[in-house]
């Protein structure tokens, strides 16, 4: 059991960072939004995981040319998916709003990423624990589907004290915008699964010397160069398209800047430390730690919401958002239970 403490608090922690590295997004402006991703892309994606996999595992470029090209194609190709689901998520934003298509994207993406490598590695769980996971994952979707009523009641509170609000479509492109999430949802857990689908890359990184729980930087630098071709393609598209290489030269942009920087920063935090608790986990770990890192940070970005005042005076939907977070909170503990068997 003691050997289990460390990667669960190394979960927490990476569930932190989750949480909180959405709140550099309120300061894109007065910079164009291609361009502030761009810059958060390269942080993210680029820097500072291989500044920080070359810091810990030693010999690198040797680790990753002697991987197995399977697992360097797969694993950047999930990344890559993962990167159109990204875009997808913001696209049903404009059909759905941020509230629906926050849970829809979340549920689906923390259920699906757990699932796959479940059924995956099945006979490596312990059979006394797949009740416990199942029934973690079930009561994760039904605290995502919480928290995400809390989020529709408090925009319709919003709308209708004429407060601002994204519009959302009705009929046709309602159900367009739906399924656009929900494809979002599923293309968002390729990153778990890309990540669990680099083991060999993590043994090599072992034998060549690294930590065990920092084989995951590894791991990682082939993951998200997938991811990044994606992102940075896309931004550079809207950059031209946009004609907005401008904006790097906005007035006030510094402070964008440094936002995006920062955001970068806790956003790969938040995966270079769920992959050194994955890698203690051992095989288990994507199934058990996926979905508990994206429930934790759900608390954590609604704390970070009420502090930044955006439940004030939302005393209904808050109620309702702390009954989701209770759930949660319950499935956190079937899961690592789970774990611990």
Known sequence: MNE????????ILAS????????????????????????????????????????????????????????ITAGAALGFGWGIGGIMFGVSVG????????????????????????FLRFNSIN?????????GLALLAIAVFIITVAGLKRDKALAEAGGEIQGIKKGKEFKVGLLIASASGILSAMLAIGFDNTMEIGKLAENAGALQRNTALAR??????????MNAGYALFLLFKNKSFRSFKSPGMFKALKW??????????????????????????????????????????????MITGEWKGMKGPFNIMIGGVIVIIAATVLMSYASML
């Open 4 to 11: 289990l403490i460390l990667p669960i608090l190394i979960i």
């Open 16 to 71: 932190v960072f989750q949480g909180t590295f959405g709140l550099g997004m309120k300061y894109v402006k007065p910079m164009a939004w291609e361009a502030w991703w761009l810059v958060h892309a390269t942080v993210a994606m680029v820097l500072f995981p291989l500044i920080w996999a070359l810091l810990v595992v030693p010999d690198l470029g040797h680790v990753l040319a002697q991987a197995p090209a399977k697992e």
């Open 95 to 118: 059909y759905i709003g941020m509230s629906l298509t926050y849970g829809i994207v979340m549920g689906l993406c923390s259920i699906a990423g757990a699932l796959v490598p479940f």
């Open 127 to 135: 059979a006394a624990g797949i009740p416990f996971i199942l029934a």
């Open 220 to 229: 990682w630098v082939v993951v998200l160069a997938g991811a990044y071709l």
């Open 260 to 305: 995006s920087i920062i955001a970068g920063l806790l956003w790969f935090a938040a995966l270079g430390t769920y992959g050194q608790g994955v890698a203690l986990m051992g095989e288990i770990g994507t199934m058990i730690c996926w979905p508990v890192m994206l429930g934790l940070s759900l608390i954590v970005s609604n704390i970070a919401a």
